[in-house]
């Protein structure tokens, strides 16, 4: 039972008084202590702990609904229907609803500004910025992203974007940027490669890089007739040696031939200096 309030019905407020039930998109919601014991509060929560809390509140674990939040994290409780504090009778069903976390947008085919706008909406932020060849989007855009759209992250966390370079030149057969940690090849000639031991790290030349301990951490890639270069070729690649060893030979990157190599690059050779032999 409602009863309005008769002054000031104009003033954009409505005073309520004998709230028996309150009804909000067809869910009927006790009013607090209204016939029963409060429900506790299981916000923040693992659903574990959720369900546990309730049990000993007297009441029955119920459904378990996921939904986006944008301020609590992945895998844990947002809520309960019945509300917290809302009286419920004992032994009655409360159903958890759990956070997937926040959505993320998709900022792709934008600027870095549009996206870092967008992201904030979800109270995100721009992470890594790393640069990719890309056929179709036009260069300065935002090709791709990590996570990817519809993908789940942390609250306020940092999603990395990866801006078009255009078409890939003419006869690029591999391009590893390493912005992820990953080793996939963005030539368009699919020769994506495997970390091995090599660890992730900021603040590369452009975008992030990977750190190698100088044993026997490694990109490979699988054999392919695109990287059999034979009349020409052109090797690069931007290395920041922390130390090396005078007189030993610090590999960049090399191909591999039957009982020998095919293309090879050095940060140091024998001599002490950088080396490229074919």
């Known amino acids: 039972h409602v ?28 009013a607090a202590n209204a016939g029963g014991d409060p429900v506790p509060n299981v916000q923040g929560l693992s659903l574990t702990a959720a369900q546990e809390l309730l049990v000993d509140e007297g009441f029955t674990p119920g459904t ?24 419920a ?37 721009v992470g ?9 989007i036009a260069a300065g855009l935002i090709a791709t992203q990590s996570p990817l759209p519809g993908g789940t992250i942390a609250p306020g966390g940092a999603v990395a974007l990866f801006l078009s370079k255009g ?3 003419a006869g690029l057969v591999l391009s590893l940027g ?13 020769n994506h490669g495997t970390v091995n031991g090599a660890t992730p790290v900021a603040g590369g030349r452009v975008g992030g890089g990977l750190s190698f301990d100088g044993v026997n951490d490694m990109v490979s890639n699988p054999n392919s007739d695109t990287l059999a270069l034979e009349t020409a070729m052109t090797l690069e690649a931007w290395v920041n040696p922390s130390a090396r060893v005078w007189g030993e030979w610090d590999t960049i990157m090399l191909k591999e031939g039957i009982g020998t190599f095919a293309y090879e690059m050095y940060a140091n050779n024998d001599t002490n200096r950088p080396a490229a032999y074919f």
């Open 128 to 136: 890594e910025i790393g640069e990719v060849f890309d056929p179709e």
């Open 3 to 30: 009863t309005p309030a008769v002054a000031n019905i104009n003033d954009g407020v409505d005073t309520l008084f004998n709230i028996e039930q309150l009804k909000f998109a067809d869910v009927i919601v006790l």
């Open 167 to 169: 078409p890939a030149p």
């Open 89 to 125: 009778p004992a032994g009655s069903t409360v159903n958890i609803i759990m956070s997937l976390g926040p959505l993320v947008p998709d900022v792709h085919d934008t600027t870095v500004e549009d996206a870092a706008a967008e992201l904030a909406l979800s109270g995100l932020v």
């Open 64 to 87: 378990v609904t996921e939904v986006n939040n944008n301020t609590i994290a992945a895998g844990l409780a947002i809520g309960t229907v019945p509300l917290a504090g809302v009286g």
């Open 178 to 190: 390493f912005d992820l940690g990953t080793a996939t090849d963005g030539s368009g000639s699919e």
